[in-house]
């Protein structure tokens, strides 16, 4: 069981989560790099896709909150601690981007939140093995999200790109140290199931 301070300590997540109220440990990628001259129209796209971006790394945060309170092994635990901090990085970098190119985050962030803690905490339930799992195929498909955007994101906005890139290096990392710790296989159906409410968030989510 949780203790007082503990569970105020993961509301005071959640709630810094869905407000889009990150600390980053590391600087920003972006901040080496700077600020390209974009038309109006590329800017927008940026920042919608940032967007996109911002609502997964909030995800992450309920995932790896429901994740890590569930988790058993303590190794495993403190692992998901370690990814959770580095997504911390993420949520700010990219809500930092997004207000660079005068965009907004997501009106739905509680919405998206509540769900994804709702499944981190159902795939922890699981058992370590599925909850790994579970987590290496989010953070296979995040890779591919990204890996994706870049191939849209205007060439000229290295800023953009920056994030991006260093976020799809730390999900790699998330994703291999996963299945170092012993996650099983998920069974394609499932990892489609993921596929689909991922399209229906990231759809949503570009637009608000
Ligand atoms: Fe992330
Ligand atoms: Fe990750």
Partial sequence: MLSPDQLIGEFDRALRAIAGVAHAVRPSPADAVAEA??????????AALMRVNHVGEVCAQALYQGQA?????????????????????HLAWSAARIAELGGTPSLLNPLW????????????????????????????QVEEHLAGH????????RRTRAVVEAMRADEARHRASAIELGAATLPPPLREAMRLAAKVMTTVAYRV
């Fill in 69 to 89: 309170l569930t988790a058993r092994d303590a190794h495993v635990k403190e692992r998901l601690r370690e990814a959770q901090r580095e997504e911390e990085d």
């Fill in 150 to 157: 870049l191939a849209t994101l205007p060439i000229e906005d």
């Fill in 113 to 140: 939140y509540a769900g994804a803690l709702a499944l981190g905490a159902a795939a922890g339930a699981l058992g370590d093995r599925w909850n790994l799992a579970f987590l290496a195929e989010t953070e296979r």
């Fill in 37 to 46: 001259e974009l038309q109006a129209e590329e800017r927008a796209h940026a």
